[in-house]
């Protein structure tokens, strides 16, 4: 019985690594013992990775279906969007057809929680930024979430007072002061946060994974310390009971593991079309 175990090590911050393979979506198929791991590095939302999705399926026939997808049951939060985006996120798709196939799913995610905040807190030494971060990176989404509902975005006064009722924790050291916010939405973005109407002033990949302002680090902390090592133990579990394992997760993930799965499993093949 295979044993495979991922060196969690290697794990790299993507936008740091040299290994840029291709534009995506590509598959990188990996063999060793018997099994085989196909990988879709997937671009998200674009028409070309259901439709890698799909090959996917008719050449491999996978017997699992391991997904960027949070296992409590929730989709993760995606922003990297391209232009041609179909209504589906791919992993929902890919479930989808896991079911339609009879075959198990895993969700492989953890998504974004007071625990996985309070984990990198505490693997950064406790550092303030860490929950400046967190702070101010709720603090938006709720001034957004609330112009959606409402029709009219949440100010900074209202939005602080939430999320001191609604999301601070014992482990951070002091619910968030209005001036110090205001103060560092203004360094990280330029402009006051009420003057602004947030979903057009604020870019697609303001929370994606990139150098840049906090709310960046702290997504690339995440991933490094959470979300990219649950990914790989889900896929070393699925390969150790399965013999065909399809996962489908962000390129940037692919780039952040691929080390770890060429020490596990050896080079791998690529196909592109």
Aim: net charge negative; glycine share 6%; proline share 5%.
């Amino acid at each position: 019985m295979s044993n495979f175990k991922p060196n969690l090590d290697l794990v790299v911050p993507w936008e740091k690594t040299k290994y840029k393979i291709g534009e995506p979506p590509y598959i990188a198929v990996f063999k060793k013992d018997g099994k085989t791991l196909a990988y879709l590095a997937a671009k998200h939302h674009v028409r070309k990775t259901f439709e890698m999705v799909d090959f996917a399926f008719e050449k491999f026939n996978p017997q699992v279906a391991v997904v960027e997808y949070e296992h409590k049951g929730r989709p993760v939060e995606i922003h990297d969007i391209g232009t041609d985006k179909p209504v589906m996120h791919e992993s929902v798709y890919t479930a989808a057809l896991a079911v339609k196939n009879e075959i198990p799913v895993v969700l492989a995610d953890t998504g974004y929680t007071a625990e996985i905040f309070e984990k990198v807190y505490k693997c950064s030494g406790n550092a303030d930024w860490v929950v400046n971060a967190v702070q101010l990176k709720w603090i938006i989404n709720n001034a957004m979430g609330c112009k959606r509902k409402s029709g009219k975005q949440g100010t900074l006064a209202n939005e602080v007072e939430n999320f001191k009722k609604f999301m601070h924790k014992d482990w951070m050291p002091g619910p968030p002061d209005e001036d110090a916010v205001r103060k560092l939405f203004l360094s990280e973005f330029g402009a006051d946060f009420d003057s602004v109407d947030l979903e057009t002033f604020l870019s697609n990949d303001w929370r994606a994974p990139k150098t840049g302002t906090i709310i960046n680090q702290l997504h690339d902390q995440i991933n490094i310390h959470v979300r990219d090592p649950f990914m790989l133990s889900n896929i070393a579990n699925a390969l150790n009971s399965h013999d065909v394992v399809f996962g489908i997760f962000g390129e940037g993930h692919y780039r952040s593991q691929r080390l770890v799965l060429e020490d596990m499993m050896g080079e791998p093949e690529y196909i592109w079309e």
